[in-house]
C-alpha cells in the first residue's frame, strides 16, 4: 500500500525474501515547513513528476537548491533540517558612530518589524547593519530577483513598482518614506522580491542581512504578524477585505494599554491615533461646553474601534475615550491610516454613523 501527503515519504516494503528496500521522495509545496524528506537508494521511474530525484547525499543537497529555484511557485518558511542547517548564530558587529546608532535607533522605533525586540535583539540588529545609499533611479531590489537582505530607510524617498503581467508595465504602488522598511517578505518566506524598488531622490538605508533577521527578527515578527492578524479577522468593519490587505495593516499595529479610568484620548485635543480594542471595554464622553460636565455618548468593546474622524477630517477630538476597564489596544499612526485603511473607508462611514461627530 502506497502512502502519500505533502512533505512525506512514499515507502514500499519489497517481499519477505527481497532484502532491498525501494524508496520514492516526494517534495510538495507546504506554507509551513518545506521538509525535504532523506532516503535512499533507487528513484521512480515515473517521468510525470518533476519531483522524483535520486536519493543520495548529493541530490538531497541539490533539493535544498532546487526549492530556492521554485520560490516563484510557491511561498514558504525557511526550513532547517541536516542539509539546511541554522547553525550556531555569532552576531555581526560593525563599526558605527554614537551618530550613527542614534539615527538607526529613531528609524527602528518606526519600523513594524523591530517592535517586538527588546533592547539586548536590538542592539545586536543596530550592531550589524549596513549603511547602504542610493543615487535616484537606482534599483534597490527588482521584482523577481532573490533576497538576502531587508532595508530600513533612513533618509529620502523610494518608489516601489510591480509588473502584473510579464506583457505590462510596471504599476507604481507607493513610496517609502523614512522609517519604513521593505524586503522582508523575501527573508520572511523564501520566496522571490514581490516588486522593484527604487530611489526617487538621494536615500540612505540600513541593510540587515538574512542571517541576523532569522536569528534575531524572524520569529518575533511572525508572531506579532499571526496574533494581529488573529485579531482582525474578528473585526467586524474588516470582514471584507482580503488577507493581503489585513497583513499589511498588521504590520503597522503597535500595542498599547490603559489602566481603568485612563483617558486613551481628550475631547478638544489634535488627534494623530486611531484605535481598535483588542481586550476590556471604554467609554466615550463629551462636553457641550469647556466647563460642562461629560455625559457619556458611546460604549466600546473588544473589536470596536475609535479615533479615525480626527484623522479624516484633520480635526481635533470631538469626544474623550475612557478605560471603563483595563484594555489593550491596537493603534495606528495617522500615516499608516491613511494607507492601509483606505479600502475600508466607506464603511467606517456606516459604522460611525452610530456615534458620528464624537471622536
Known amino acids: 500500500m502506497t502512502m502519500t501527503g505533502p512533505g512525506a515519504a512514499t515507502n514500499a516494503k519489497a517481499g519477505a525474501n527481497d532484502k532491498k528496500f525501494a524508496s520514492q521522495k516526494s517534495m510538495a509545496k507546504d506554507k509551513k515547513s518545506n521538509e525535504v524528506v532523506e532516503q535512499s537508494q533507487e528513484t521512480s521511474s515515473d517521468d510525470s513528476s518533476d519531483d522524483d530525484e535520486d536519493e543520495d547525499e548529493e541530490k538531497v543537497k541539490e533539493a535544498i537548491k532546487k526549492k530556492h529555484e521554485r520560490g516563484h511557485k510557491t511561498i514558504s518558511a525557511e526550513a532547517y533540517g541536516k542539509y539546511n542547517q541554522k547553525g550556531n548564530f555569532v552576531p ?25 525586540l527588546d533592547d539586548k535583539e536590538k542592539n545586536i540588529v ?67 522580491r514581490a516588486a522593484s524598488i527604487k530611489a526617487k531622490t538621494n536615500a540612505v538605508l540600513w541593510e540587515l542581512d538574512r542571517e541576523t533577521f532569522n536569528n534575531i527578527v524572524k520569529d518575533s515578527a511572525i ?33 498599547v494599554k490603559f489602566n481603568a479610568t485612563e483617558y486613551i484620548i481628550t475631547q478638544g485635543e489634535n488627534g494623530d491615533t486611531f484605535y481598535f480594542i483588542e481586550e476590556g471595554q471604554a467609554v466615550a464622553t463629551k462636553k457641550d461646553s469647556p466647563n460642562g460636565a461629560e455625559k457619556e455618548v458611546y460604549n466600546y468593546k473588544a473589536g470596536d474601534f475609535f479615533g479615525e474622524l480626527a484623522l479624516r477630517n484633520n480635526a481635533p477630538r470631538q469626544a474623550s475615550v475612557i478605560a471603563k476597564t483595563n484594555v489593550i489596544l491596537a493603534m495606528i499612526d495617522r500615516e499608516s491610516f491613511k494607507r492601509v485603511l483606505g479600502p475600508v473607508e466607506a464603511l467606517m462611514d456606516k459604522q460611525t454613523q452610530k456615534y458620528v461627530g464624537y471622536n
Open 92 to 116: 555581526k558587529v560593525i563599526a558605527k558612530s554614537n551618530e550613527q546608532k542614534g539615527r538607526i535607533i529613531a528609524r527602528l522605533e518606526k519600523a513594524f518589524m523591530f517592535s517586538a
Open 126 to 192: 543596530i550592531d550589524a547593519m549596513v549603511e547602504k545609499q542610493f543615487a535616484p533611479e537606482e534599483y534597490v531590489i527588482k521584482q523577481n530577483d532573490y533576497g538576502d537582505h531587508l532595508y530600513v530607510v533612513d533618509s529620502g524617498q523610494l518608489d516601489c513598482f510591480k509588473k502584473f503581467k510579464p506583457d505590462q508595465p510596471d504599476t507604481y504602488l507607493k513610496t517609502y518614506q523614512p522609517g519604513e522598511s521593505f524586503g522582508e517578505l523575501a527573508l520572511l518566506y523564501n520566496c522571490p
Open 223 to 255: 508572531k506579532k504578524r499571526e496574533r494581529y492578524e488573529d485579531f482582525l479577522a474578528k473585526v467586524e468593519i474588516l470582514k471584507g477585505m482580503d488577507p493581503y490587505e489585513k497583513s499589511k495593516i498588521a504590520d503597522v499595529l503597535k500595542t
